[in-house]
């Protein structure tokens, strides 16, 4: 009960013929193979995105720099504030 035999497959194909016509089934199956053929080349190209972007993440990186620890007499460097410019708006 699983699978088609060729009877299942004949009347099947018989019934696209009946529903379709004979005239409209060429043109119906050479669109499913181009819409295949679109599919497949993006997938590929997807594929290959993805490929080359984990390629530079797989590469080891360099050690990361230790901290630096701050002394008690060394205050942070406060960094100005811009004004907003004649004309401009601001958000």
Same mark, same amino acid.
């Given at each position: 009960?699983?699978?088609? $035999?060729?009877?299942?497959?004949?009347?099947?194909?018989?019934?696209?013929?009946?529903?379709?016509? *004979?005239?409209?089934?060429?043109?119906? *199956?050479?669109?499913?193979?181009?819409?295949?053929?679109?599919?497949? $080349?993006?997938?590929?190209?997807?594929?290959?995105? $993805?490929?080359?972007?984990? *390629?530079?993440?797989?590469?080891?990186?360099?050690? =990361?720099?230790?901290?630096?620890?701050? $002394?008690?007499?060394?205050? =942070? *460097?406060?960094?100005?504030?811009?004004?907003?410019?004649?004309?401009?708006?601001?958000?």
């Amino acid at each position: 009960m699983g699978t088609f $035999s060729w009877t299942h497959l004949l009347i099947i194909a018989l019934l696209f013929v009946l529903l379709f016509g *004979a005239k409209r089934l060429p043109d119906a *199956a050479r669109g499913l193979g181009r819409s295949l053929r679109i599919f497949k $080349s993006e997938v590929g190209q997807m594929q290959a995105e $993805s490929s080359t972007s984990d *390629a530079p993440a797989a590469t080891p990186a360099a050690a =990361p720099a230790p901290p630096q620890q701050l $002394s008690a007499s060394a205050t =942070p *460097a406060q960094t100005p504030v811009a004004e907003p410019q004649q004309g401009h708006k601001t958000l």
